[in-house]
């Protein structure tokens, strides 16, 4: 177990809908990045939250965005969903920003239809 | 622009022979550099960064700036190598980014 839970693992949303996709880190991780990565990709960037603060952005719109919390969750809301956006969102956290080890979650699969 | 490349999707090798999976990067900078793996129905995992210079599981990755290649080898394929492999990138002064490549697909033939 190596303690980094994302929730759920499969989700299936019309596209204009909007979602939410939580991410439980271990305790005193107090960075949390969020990935996207398409079929046959590798993950790509979204953003990184350090101690509830937003601490860098990937090349994605502004209806994603995060929220991170004192108890070392986070989440990730997309907001009017294209079809685009299927794909497995990974999070990833480290104890802090220069932190190189990241421990990945197993990912939720979100498919757009 | 950054970007990292790896340009096989899928390299099959036997057994014993040696492995190289190459990684090209793109960066205007000085980068730190790691291989990630992701065995079948585990998680993605850290393998090695470059500042390390360590051996991981018989697996090496030298940098090398001239050519701005990353590529891990290992002399003796074994079966249990098989996996998705990811180069990846970080830059010092974005820490918080890290760019991924495609990923190649290392297959072992018995």
Same mark, same amino acid.
């Given at each position: 177990? $190596? &303690?980094? $839970?994302?929730?759920? $693992?499969?989700?299936?949303? #019309?596209?204009?809908?909007?979602?939410?996709?939580?991410? !439980?880190? %271990? *305790?005193?991780? @107090?960075?949390?990045?969020?990935?996207? %990565?398409?079929?046959? %990709?590798?993950?790509?960037f979204?953003?990184?939250?350090?101690?509830?603060?937003? @601490?860098?952005? &990937?090349?994605?719109?502004?209806?994603?965005? &995060?929220?991170?919390?004192? @108890?070392? *969750?986070?989440?990730?809301?997309? @907001?009017?969903?294209?079809?685009?956006? !299927?794909?497995?969102?990974?999070?990833?956290? !480290?104890?802090?920003?220069?932190?190189?080890?990241? #421990?990945?979650?197993?990912?939720?699969?979100?498919?757009?239809? | 622009?950054?970007?990292?490349? =790896?340009?096989?999707?899928?390299?099959?090798?036997?057994?014993?022979?040696?492995?190289?999976?190459?990684?090209?990067?793109?960066?205007?900078?000085?980068?730190?550099?790691?291989?990630?793996?992701?065995?079948?129905?585990?998680?993605? =995992?850290?393998?090695?960064?470059?500042?390390?210079?360590?051996?991981?599981?018989?697996?090496?990755?030298?940098?090398?700036?001239?050519?701005?290649?990353?590529?891990?080898?290992?002399?003796?394929? =074994?079966?249990?190598?098989?996996?998705?492999?990811?180069?990846?990138?970080?830059?010092?002064?974005s820490?918080s980014k890290?760019?991924?490549?495609?990923?190649?697909?290392?297959?072992?033939?018995?």
């Amino acid at each position: 177990e $190596t &303690g980094v $839970t994302q929730s759920p $693992t499969h989700l299936i949303k #019309t596209r204009g809908q909007q979602v939410t996709l939580r991410c !439980s880190s %271990q *305790s005193g991780h @107090n960075t949390v990045s969020w990935y996207q %990565q398409a079929l046959g %990709q590798g993950p790509q960037f979204i953003f990184q939250y350090y101690r509830e603060e937003e @601490n860098g952005r &990937g090349n994605f719109p502004p209806r994603f965005s &995060g929220l991170q919390f004192p @108890n070392y *969750s986070s989440e990730l809301n997309v @907001n009017a969903l294209e079809l685009d956006d !299927s794909a497995l969102y990974l999070c990833a956290s !480290s104890p802090d920003v220069q932190d190189y080890g990241y #421990t990945f979650g197993s990912g939720t699969r979100l498919t757009v239809v | 622009a950054q970007r990292v490349t =790896q340009p096989e999707k899928l390299l099959s090798v036997f057994k014993g022979a040696p492995v190289e999976l190459k990684c090209n990067y793109s960066y205007s900078g000085s980068p730190e550099l790691f291989w990630y793996v992701q065995y079948s129905r585990q998680r993605l =995992q850290l393998l090695l960064r470059h500042i390390s210079r360590e051996s991981i599981k018989g697996f090496t990755a030298d940098l090398n700036k001239g050519e701005t290649s990353f590529h891990l080898k290992k002399p003796f394929a =074994q079966e249990e190598d098989s996996a998705m492999y990811y180069c990846a990138l970080r830059g010092y002064s974005s820490a918080s980014k890290i760019i991924f490549g495609s990923g190649t697909r290392l297959s072992i033939r018995p």
